[in-house]
């Protein structure tokens, strides 16, 4: 989400500035260690720090911009398809690919989202992104299901995919990174099959 400042003038270099802010911090995330402030993402970008708090006030701001894909609607294809296994199956395997490819991003968020600090907890990764996209994707079973009981499901599917089971899969079963992707998957189509009436 843009500023009032980055909407007056000269928008364009202003854009340009703001991406570059937010690779800087993106680039800074994926190395790892304490998650970037908005005076390491002006050094990493060459931005002057006063130039770069005009564009995110504070940390939380930055992050939030930095984290991948906080706009997309949709995991589905455009081919989805009415197939309920299909549909899910589709955004569960972009949903882990998503995970897979920003793995560092996504454990920092997940990182920040544990700490105590209530404010730390509203990022993106909190947000219930992926919910939504499995309830898109599930939408061919809401006469079964009701709104509720779709909702309810992709609360579970969600609960058995994503940065947290990648963690726990890797770091503590000891599984390769495409092993705990097929097991996400699995648990992903058995909690659907369990569901269906």
Do not use: C
Not at 29 to 37: C, D, E, F, I, Q
Not at 96 to 118: C, F, G, K, N
Request: overall charge neutral; proline content about 6%.
């Amino acid at each position: 989400m843009s500023t009032q400042y980055e909407q007056t003038g000269r928008t364009r270099q202003k854009a340009r500035t703001r991406d570059a802010l937010v690779a800087a911090a993106r680039e800074l995330v994926t190395r790892g260690g304490s998650p970037p402030t908005v005076e390491d993402a002006a050094a990493a970008a060459r931005i002057s720090r006063t130039t770069a708090y005009r564009y995110f006030p504070n940390q939380k701001a930055l992050l939030v911009a930095a984290h991948p894909e906080t706009e997309t609607k949709s995991l589905l294809p455009p081919d989805a398809g009415d197939d309920p296994e299909d549909r899910i199956l589709s955004a569960v395997k972009a949903f882990i690919q998503l995970v897979l490819e920003t793995e560092q991003q996504q454990r920092t968020m997940l990182r920040l989202s544990l700490e105590p600090d209530a404010a730390a907890r509203e990022l993106p990764l909190r947000r219930g992104r992926a919910i939504a996209w499995f309830e898109d994707a599930l939408e061919p079973l809401r006469q079964q299901l009701t709104d509720a009981g779709v909702h309810r499901l992709a609360v579970a599917i969600r609960s058995a995919v994503g940065i947290e089971s990648l963690v726990w899969l890797t770091d503590v079963a000891g599984l390769a990174r495409d092993e705990a992707a097929e097991l996400m998957q699995s648990s992903a189509l058995a909690l659907l099959r369990h569901s269906r009436p």
